[in-house]
């Protein structure tokens, strides 16, 4: 079964430096999405893609937070400075129809 | 606007007990309904779905029945196990958007 891929799995990082996370979605899937998660919480749309233009990145913390899916396959989503109130768990999706496949997410803990 | 309210836990139940999690909705149109589970450490995972009214969807002994006219989709199963032990997300989508609820934390005792 094709599953969503995401990397790297945990990330440490100092805060003001730069991070960024990597999302292949399943194969075909049109829609991604980035989610923040923070602990003990639901999933927060950071960004929307469908194929490789953003159609609803409201939430986006457009400073600091950026996102991009050049080819409307892989996506990227970076951070640049991060803040301790970045640590998170960020969640890739991808649909296809009416249902969305979530990957493993990346857990990023900034110190 | 559009919304997914869960019952509060954490929920904590003996093995073998019924489980019910509540799930209610405000939505515009004809929403899908889903539920999600997620282990520690994990992504989350699609449980089950029901795209309109009266549909009942149903995995792994997990029920769920589509209520338009109260706008719930609870999350039912008769026995719980210990591997059960999850946080449980219901979540609706209208257009192309997805909306979650906070969660809900199941842990099943031995």
């Known amino acids: 079964e094709a599953e969503v891929a995401q990397s790297p799995r945990y990330k440490i990082t100092e805060k003001s430096q730069a991070v960024a996370f990597w999302c292949d979605p399943i194969?075909?899937?049109?829609?991604l999405y980035w989610y923040r998660q923070i602990l003990g919480q639901g999933p927060e749309l950071l960004v929307q893609?469908?194929?490789?233009?953003?159609?609803?990145d409201s939430q986006l913390p457009k400073d600091r937070f950026s996102a991009e899916r050049l080819k409307g396959v892989d996506s990227t989503l970076k951070i640049q400075p991060a803040e301790l109130g970045d640590s998170a768990m960020y969640l890739c999706?991808?649909?296809?129809?009416?249902?969305?496949?979530f990957g493993p997410g990346t857990r990023l803990t900034v110190l | 606007g559009n919304s997914v309210t869960q019952m509060e836990g954490p929920v904590t139940l003996s093995e073998e007990a019924f489980l019910t999690i509540n799930c209610t909705y405000t939505?515009?149109?004809?929403?899908?309904l889903f539920w999600y589970v997620q282990y520690p450490g994990e992504g989350l995972q699609l449980l089950l779905k029901?795209?309109?009214?009266?549909d009942k969807g149903s995995n792994k002994g997990f029920e769920a029945t589509y209520r338009k006219e109260t706008t719930s989709f609870h999350l039912e199963k008769g026995s719980v196990q210990v591997s059960d032990s999850a946080v449980y997300f219901c979540?609706?989508?209208?257009?192309?958007?997805?909306?979650f609820g906070t969660g809900t934390s199941l842990t099943v005792i031995p």
């Open positions: 979540a609706l989508r209208t257009g192309n958007q997805f909306y």
């Open positions: 999706a991808s649909s296809r129809a009416d249902t969305q496949y």
């Open positions: 194969s075909g899937h049109a829609t």
């Open positions: 893609f469908q194929d490789e233009s953003v159609v609803d």
């Open positions: 029901a795209t309109k009214a009266d």
């Open positions: 939505a515009t149109g004809y929403p899908s």
